[in-house]
């Protein structure tokens, strides 16, 4: 779908569909014109989703990714239950239009035997299934709370620290939380990392 850049608008064109600025006469702004649906306005400033570039089924695809990396910005907890189940319930999306794909590959080829059509809906089901299986297996290895990774007794106390009034116990905390902040952020990479890769 191509996007349409209008250096000065001629007339207004009511609110941006992301942050909703009023788009005046002699502001640059964009525009698509979906196949169903009406006509997409963004200012200069706000961009496309790639669920609002195609038609296709990937556009279910592209729309649960989108929602799946905005949930996974702000988890920010010590139990990666809720992080796997983003990445479970992306997956299961995944997979679904996988099926999808293939189905329309299957009705293709009971009437046309030979068909780069069917073909491209079995090679881009292929690839959905596989990356399913990968967000999947992502998520099972994710450590499932930070507790579990975070040993006090491999904390090494500063005793001039402690002279300094810091005691042991402040400085074990202290440890701990720079520890939770890199292992929230160790386990968001890689469910981003995995989320953001499409095969298709």
Known sequence: MRINHVQKARKDQGKC?????????GDAYK???PRYGGKKIRCEFC???PSEMTS????IVYDAQEDALEEI?????EDAADLQEILNRFAETVREVSEEYQESCDN???TFSDSPTADECEEKANELDSWASEIESAASELESEFSDSFDETDVEID???VKAGVSAEEQIEEARSEAA???TEDLRQQAEEVVQYCPV
């Open 31 to 33: 525009w698509i014109k």
């Open 17 to 25: 569909g992301v942050c909703e600025r009023e788009i005046k006469v």
């Open 181 to 183: 902040e890199r292992w």
């Open 47 to 49: 961009q496309f989703r």
């Open 73 to 77: 910005g702000k988890w920010c907890d």
């Open 159 to 161: 005793e001039e620290e």
């Open 56 to 59: 296709s089924k990937m556009g």
């Open 108 to 110: 293709i080829r009971d």
